[in-house]
C-alpha cells in the first residue's frame, strides 16, 4: 500500500508543509510493519536470567533496545510473548519500544515520591516501580473508571508493593498534593498519530480527533502538574503524536507562562531527533526536548520532554494515620507465621474494611477523592479468617514462602497450565490451608486445601489461555 492510498491526504499535506523533503520518508515509513518491545521487570528478574529464560521460551536471543535499560525488540510474526508464562509470571512488559523512553526520562530513585499523572494501563508506571525498588510512593491517577481495572491488574501481576491508585481529574489532586512530588510523568491523551502503524483504525479517524480540544486537555493536565511538583523536582512531559501543537507549542506556551520551569536536555542516541523549535509560535529553542520518528529509528512516534522546576518548594501532605483492626490484623498474622518465611518489616499496616494494605510509609490523607487501591493489597478478613490476596502473592519472592506451602512447577509441566486455565489443581498437597504455586521458583497464585480436596484460588480473570 503506498503513502497516498494509506493516509489522509490532509494529513500528508500538513506534514509536507512542516517537513519539506524529509516528509516522503517518514510518509514511507508509515507503510511499514510497527516495531514491537518488551521491558524486562526488574522487580523479579535480572538481565542474564531473563535472556537466558527468553532464549529459552522463544529460540532467538532477544535484542536490546539501544534507549532504556531492559528494553527488547521482539519479532511479532514469530513470537507471541502474551501467550508466555514468562508473560503471567510477570518477568517483562510489552510496550512499544519509543514509549519506553519516557520512564527512562523519570528514572525515579527509591524513595521518592512519584505521580503517574495518566497512568492506565500502567506501563509507565511499572517501569517507574521498578527504579524505586518498592521504597517511596508511586501514586496512579487516570480519569477514566474503565481503564482503572487494568491498571490494577498489572500493577499486582508485575509485583508492585508501593502503589496507590486515584480515579480523579488532575486538578482534584491539587490540594492534597501541592508542591510534593519529586518526579511526575504526564503522558497525556492526545492524537496519537504516532500509533497509525500500531492501529490502522486510527488512520480513519484521524481527522476527527479534535486537536484544539486535546491542546487544551494537555495543557491543562500540565498546568495541574506544575503544582504539584516540589522545587527541584521534574515534570516528564510525553504524547505519541508528531503534532507540533500538541507537542512543542504546549511546551513553549507552558515555560513563558511558568518562568519558574526550565527544559532540560534529554540525551539523544540511535536516531533520536532533537524538538523542533521551527515548528514553535515563538521559534523557543526546543533542542532539549526529544522526537522520535518511526523513518530514523525502530520505533513508533514519540515526544518527550522533561521540565523542572526551580527554587526549593516543598510541602508535606497531611499523612493518612495507620490504624489496623485486631481482628484483621490477628487473622494475617496467623496466616503469615503459617505460610511466611518470616514478617514482613519495616511495613505500616492499615485497614479499610475487611481489607488489609501495607505500605513502608503511610500514604496521603485520600478522604476527599476517589480512590481504587489504597496500597499493597495483602487480603481480607472473612468469617474470622484471612484470605490472601493476588496481589500479596504475586509480589513475593519465593524466599519470601515456607518451602512446605509452595507447589514450585516447571513451565513445562501440563499442571501448571492447568492451573492457570482456573482448573482443579491436579497435584497434591501434604498439609491444609494456603499454599502458594510458583513456576519456575516465581510465585503465581494460591491454592487452598481441605485436606481431600484442593482448590484453586487464581483469578478467573486473569486466565490467559
Same mark, same amino acid.
Given at each position: ?177 501541592? #508542591?510534593?512530588?519529586?518526579? !511526575?510523568?504526564? %503522558?497525556?491523551? =492526545? &492524537?496519537?498519530?504516532? *500509533?497509525? +502503524? ?13 486537536? #484544539?480540544?486535546?491542546?487544551? !486537555?494537555?495543557? %491543562?493536565?500540565? =498546568? &495541574?502538574?506544575?503544582? *504539584?511538583? +516540589? ?18 507549542? !504546549? ?215
Amino acid at each position: 500500500m503506498t503513502p497516498d492510498q494509506l493516509l489522509p491526504a490532509k494529513f500528508m499535506e500538513k506534514y509536507r508543509c512542516l517537513m519539506g523533503n524529509e516528509a516522503e520518508s517518514f510518509f514511507e515509513s508509515l507503510c511499514q510493519e510497527r516495531t514491537y518491545g518488551v521491558r524486562k521487570n526488574d522487580l523479579k528478574v535480572d538481565t542474564t536470567t531473563f535472556e537466558e529464560l527468553w532464549q529459552r521460551e522463544f529460540g532467538v536471543a532477544p535484542e536490546p533496545i539501544p534507549w532504556v535499560p531492559g528494553g527488547y525488540y521482539y519479532d511479532g510474526n514469530s513470537i507471541q510473548p502474551g501467550r508466555s508464562t514468562m508473560y503471567i509470571r510477570g518477568l517483562y512488559y510489552i510496550q512499544d519500544p519509543s514509549a519506553m523512553l519516557p520512564g527512562a526520562v523519570a528514572a525515579p530513585a527509591p524513595g521518592m515520591n512519584v505521580l503517574d499523572l495518566c497512568s492506565a494501563p500502567g506501563g509507565k508506571a511499572i517501569q517507574m516501580a521498578a527504579y524505586m525498588q518498592g521504597r517511596g510512593t508511586l501514586y496512579c491517577n487516570d480519569i477514566s473508571a474503565s481503564r482503572i481495572k487494568a491498571l490494577i491488574r498489572n500493577l499486582e501481576q508485575f509485583g508492585v508493593r508501593n502503589s496507590v491508585v486515584l480515579n480523579e481529574e488532575p486538578a482534584k489532586l491539587i490540594d492534597i498534593f501541592r #508542591d510534593y512530588f519529586d518526579v !511526575i510523568v504526564a %503522558d497525556v491523551p =492526545c &492524537s496519537g498519530e504516532g *500509533m497509525f +502503524r500500531k492501529d490502522r483504525g486510527s488512520i480513519s479517524q484521524w481527522d476527527s480527533h479534535g486537536a #484544539d480540544k486535546l491542546c487544551h !486537555i494537555q495543557y %491543562d493536565i500540565l =498546568c &495541574s502538574a506544575a503544582q *504539584m511538583v +516540589r522545587g527541584g523536582g521534574a515534570i516528564v512531559y510525553s504524547t505519541c503524536t508528531y503534532a507540533p501543537e500538541e507537542n512543542e507549542q !504546549i511546551i513553549e506556551r507552558f515555560l513563558q507562562e511558568h518562568p519558574e520551569f526550565d527544559l532540560r536536555y534529554i540525551p539523544k542516541g540511535y536516531g533520536q531527533a532533537p524538538g523542533r523549535g521551527e515548528w514553535t509560535v515563538h521559534g523557543t529553542d526546543m533542542d532539549a526536548s526529544v522526537r522520535m520518528w518511526p523513518h530514523l529509528l525502530r520505533g513508533e512516534g514519540h515526544y518527550t520532554a522533561c521540565l523542572v522546576r526551580q527554587g526549593d518548594a516543598y510541602r508535606e501532605p497531611i499523612k493518612a494515620k495507620a490504624s489496623a483492626d485486631r481482628k484483621v490484623m490477628q487473622a494475617f498474622e496467623k496466616f503469615a507465621s503459617d505460610v511466611l518465611t518470616r514478617p514482613l518489616e519495616g511495613y505500616c499496616y492499615y485497614t479499610v474494611g475487611n481489607g488489609l494494605y501495607a505500605m513502608r510509609e503511610m500514604p496521603a490523607k485520600l478522604d476527599r477523592i476517589k480512590v481504587c487501591k489504597f496500597g499493597w493489597y495483602l487480603g481480607c478478613l472473612d468469617h474470622d479468617k484471612f484470605v490472601p490476596s493476588q496481589s500479596l502473592v504475586s509480589a513475593l519472592s519465593l524466599e519470601e514462602i515456607k518451602g512446605e506451602a509452595v507447589l514450585n512447577l516447571s513451565s513445562t509441566d501440563p499442571a501448571a497450565h492447568s492451573y492457570l486455565k482456573c482448573e482443579t489443581p491436579d497435584f497434591d498437597m501434604d498439609r491444609r490451608g494456603y499454599g502458594a504455586v510458583a513456576i519456575d521458583g516465581i510465585p503465581v497464585g494460591w491454592v487452598k486445601s481441605t485436606g481431600s480436596v484442593i482448590k484453586n484460588m487464581y483469578p478467573s480473570g486473569w486466565r490467559m489461555y
